[in-house]
């Protein structure tokens, strides 16, 4: 994938089911991309920190791959009003927090209002690219290597997709956009993308590398990305959706302890869901 660094999908244990199932799969076996998504999730976790790689161009290009394996974080599993998780679960979850935070103040104040909510008041009228950039950098503060430059790329990605820019890439196309998205999907519409990129993005690192050299075609490779990134939206929605039956988005303060707590405790919820289909 163009400038990423080629880890070799992980070998043994788990993962032999799982790369099994992506050649079966590539060669037109019965193998669902939900036991592969949730094979790679059980196999590697959700996040693990040391072995998140970056990745840079279109997904199911030949060429580099990118993947690592390690256990699933340790970080404890939190419900509002409990303890905050730790390791890098714990910030997927931060990240998702601090993206409906700044969504709240953009639905509320527009994109001025959502950088003042960030601190990037100086950001004001610069390009929609930098702005979104700016706002993953400092969404992803504090976590370092890999696994940082994973949740930049999930959250411009994220914000990106739900601005759906098209034409000139202006300040004031991207504060527009996103209203007018907020306003139809919510902030949880928001977060849904994140976790949604997040995962797919995890998923396809570890993947990545052996999908490169069983696949035979480019097609074979983009129909297997295209067909996880659809279980993962999938699965994302339908988490998403059940807190909304909950009513935990109701009145929510994503600026205080409750946002944070509930990012936390999707995230969770998220992994727990998706190493069951595994």
Not at 136 to 150: N, P
Not at 227 to 239: E, F, G, I, P, T
Not at 253 to 275: K, M, P
């Amino acid at each position: 994938m163009g400038t990423s660094k080629s880890i070799p999908t992980p070998k043994g244990g788990a993962w032999t089911g799982v790369k099994t199932d992506v050649t079966s799969f590539l060669g037109g076996g019965d193998v669902s991309a939900d036991g592969i998504l949730g094979g790679a999730i059980a196999a590697g976790g959700i996040a693990s920190p040391p072995a998140f790689p970056s990745r840079s161009g279109a997904r199911g290009d030949r060429g580099e791959g990118g993947g690592g394996g390690g256990a699933a974080s340790t970080g404890g599993r939190t419900r509002r009003g409990g303890t905050v998780a730790s390791g890098g679960r714990a910030s997927v979850g931060r990240a998702a927090s601090g993206l409906g935070s700044f969504g709240a103040a953009v639905a509320d104040r527009g994109l001025d209002g959502g950088l003042q909510r960030l601190g990037l008041d100086e950001l004001r009228g610069h390009s929609a690219v930098e702005v979104v950039a700016r706002i993953a950098e400092h969404l992803a503060d504090g976590v370092d290597g890999m696994q940082g430059e994973g949740l930049q790329t999930a959250l411009r990605e994220a914000i990106l997709e739900s601005a759906a820019l098209a034409g000139d890439p202006a300040y004031e196309n991207l504060d527009s956009s996103l209203q007018e998205f907020l306003s139809r999907e919510g902030v949880e519409g928001l977060v849904e993308s994140f976790l949604t990129h997040y995962v797919f993005d995890r998923v396809w690192s570890l993947l990545e590398y052996h999908v490169d050299r069983r696949a035979e075609t480019n097609g074979e490779a983009e129909a297997l990305a295209t067909a996880v990134q659809d279980a993962c939206r999938s699965h994302v929605s339908a988490l998403i959706g059940e807190h909304q039956e909950r009513g935990n988005f109701e009145s929510l303060d994503w600026f205080g302890t409750d946002g944070e707590a509930l990012g936390q405790e999707i995230v969770s919820d998220l992994e727990t869901r998706l190493q069951a289909i595994g």
